[in-house]
């Protein structure tokens, strides 16, 4: 049983100011795996307290200095790795191998990189008689989901902290373990106190104190286009910076010259990664009239070959889901599409055979002859759902492509690789692969429409936490225009 009852603010563990505390469920059994602190708004204070007070100091000090934070912290999550990985592969239900190589694997890379970066950056540039310099944007309140919990916290820590600004993190209430490791990491590289804390709680109550506060003057957010809109109002009530990144519903258009089985291989893979319950996850598989009996076969087939099982246990392939609420939700989400007279193809809202009792299932499931109209081709699941729909020609397959409220992700199959490129620049959405194209922790991440604003990663996301600042110089003649 883990059992967490201090937060980390100003550089030290503090008893919260409630008595109240959540309970952390393992999605293996659903057994309850440990217990954190409900912090609340006066935690909230104390810890944007802290950061005010240490944000001065920090941003003066050099890239170089913190540059050797970042590194010093990416090799104490390394040495916890083994520990990261299986306590968020029991939080989120991520199978160990995969949960150890991305869930503990790519926060570690990151911070590593923030370092690298910073050592590239340019802080500022000359413009005709001004001086621009690039500045931190203040204290940062970042607020993260249980997916990749970890991850979704590096995104935002490491390069906050890169840029100089000091962090309060909200992490998730259903996944909150590796935060706690994380400033346990930050202890231990000797972080000065206050530029990092930790309080955990409800989004409702920490979450929104965070995001009202008038001492934070920046939200990133990563989570749910409900919460994304919600935290947008809140802050606009301080006209604070805010960073969104939110759901998706992404779609694989295959084309009619691709290599259909690879590419419906791949999809499938891309959608059930962490049993779906991956922002970018390929729920939607476009093919042409042509193909889609063959397409929808072979997915059925690859759907099939996904063990489910004990996230802990070293054949699964699909473990649980993080919650009870998930299950409900993605179990709901499969009889709904059955009421709309989608095809099932493979899977369905019944609990899978063989699996440890109290844990999160749910069955790999495909559905065909699914319109785009409907809510399982609309609406985030979040599970191990993948909708197949047909479409006359390239044109009609980048429309539906297009017709939906999100635009976070996308993949485009062709052997005509130009052509597979032409069609994944008309697709509305913040990352696209191309033949099943590499994930690249230097590429931008982020979304367009309903899928957020801002971008994550590589250079990317160290700008998005920097102001502008331009200082003009006397010693050069006046010029309108000048560059
Ligand atoms: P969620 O929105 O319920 O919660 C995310 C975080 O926000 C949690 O820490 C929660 O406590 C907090 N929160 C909730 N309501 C809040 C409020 N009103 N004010 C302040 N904070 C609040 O999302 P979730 O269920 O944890 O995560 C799943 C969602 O996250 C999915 O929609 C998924 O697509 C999205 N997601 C997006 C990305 C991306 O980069 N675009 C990455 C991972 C997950």
């Given amino acids: 049983m883990l059992v967490r009852d201090k937060l980390f603010i100003g550089g030290r563990w503090v008893a919260p100011s409630g008595s109240e505390t959540l309970e952390v469920h393992n999605a293996g059994n659903g057994q309850v795996m440990g217990r954190i602190p409900a912090g609340g708004a006066k935690d909230v204070d104390a810890a944007v307290a802290a950061a005010r007070g240490a944000l001065e100091m920090w941003t003066q000090t050099t890239p170089e200095k913190r540059a050797e934070f970042l590194d010093k912290i990416s090799a104490g999550l390394k040495a916890r790795a083994d520990e990261l990985a299986k306590v968020i592969a029991q939080e989120v239900g991520m199978p160990l191998k995969l949960a150890g190589r991305i869930q503990a694997g790519l926060p570690i890379a990151n911070f590593a990189n923030y370092a690298r970066l910073l ?46 600004c000091t962090v309060v993190l909200k992490p998730s209430e259903v996944a909150p373990f590796n935060a706690f490791i994380l400033a346990e990491t930050v202890e231990a590289a000797g972080l000065p106190a206050g530029v990092f804390n930790l309080v955990t709680g409800l989004g409702a109550a920490a979450g929104e104190a965070l995001v009202a506060h008038p001492g934070v003057d920046m939200i990133s957010f990563t989570g749910s286009t409900r919460a994304g809109k919600r935290i947008s109002e809140l802050a606009a009530q301080t006209v604070k910076r805010v960073a969104l990144e939110l759901g998706g519903k992404s779609a694989s258009v295959i084309l009619d010259d691709a290599d259909l089985a690879a590419a419906v291989k791949g999809t499938v893979n891309g959608c059930y990664l962490n049993s779906g319950q991956t922002c970018t996850a390929l729920t939607r598989m476009l093919v042409p009239d042509s193909l889609y ?106 429309r539906i492509a297009n017709d939906s409220p999100y635009g976070l992700a996308g993949a485009v199959w062709s052997k005509d690789e130009a052509r597979a490129q032409r069609v994944a620049r008309r697709i509305r959405a913040g990352q696209v692969d191309v033949n099943g194209g590499a994930f690249n922790m230097n590429a931008p991440f982020g979304g367009f429409k309903q899928s957020g604003h801002g971008r994550e990663a590589g250079v990317y996301g160290l700008e998005e936490f920097l102001e502008y600042k331009s200082l003009q110089l006397k010693g050069c003649k006046f010029k309108i225009f000048s560059a």
Avoid: C
Wanted: proline share 7%; glycine share 12%; aromatic share 8%.
């Fill in 119 to 164: 050592k590239e950056f340019s802080f500022e540039e000359k413009i005709g008689n001004s001086l621009v310099v690039r500045e931190p944007v203040g204290v940062v309140g970042a607020i993260t989901p249980w997916n990749y919990p970890l991850h979704q916290i590096a995104l935002k820590v490491a390069p906050a902290l890169a840029a100089g």
């Fill in 293 to 398: 009996q063959e397409a929808s076969r072979i997915a059925a087939e690859v759907a099939k070959s996904f063990t489910v099982g004990d996230p802990l246990s070293e054949t699964t392939r699909l473990g649980p889901l993080s919650s009870q609420a998930q299950l409900e939700r993605v179990r709901g989400y499969i009889r709904k599409g059955q009421r709309e007279g989608a095809e099932l193809l493979a899977g369905g809202a019944e609990l899978p055979d063989g699996v440890p009792a109290g844990g999160y299932y749910v069955k790999p499931t495909v559905f065909g002859k699914v319109k785009n109209g409907m809510a399982i081709a609309q609406e985030e699941i979040f599970g191990p759902v993948l909708s197949i729909i047909a479409y006359r020609d390239e044109e009609d397959a980048i």
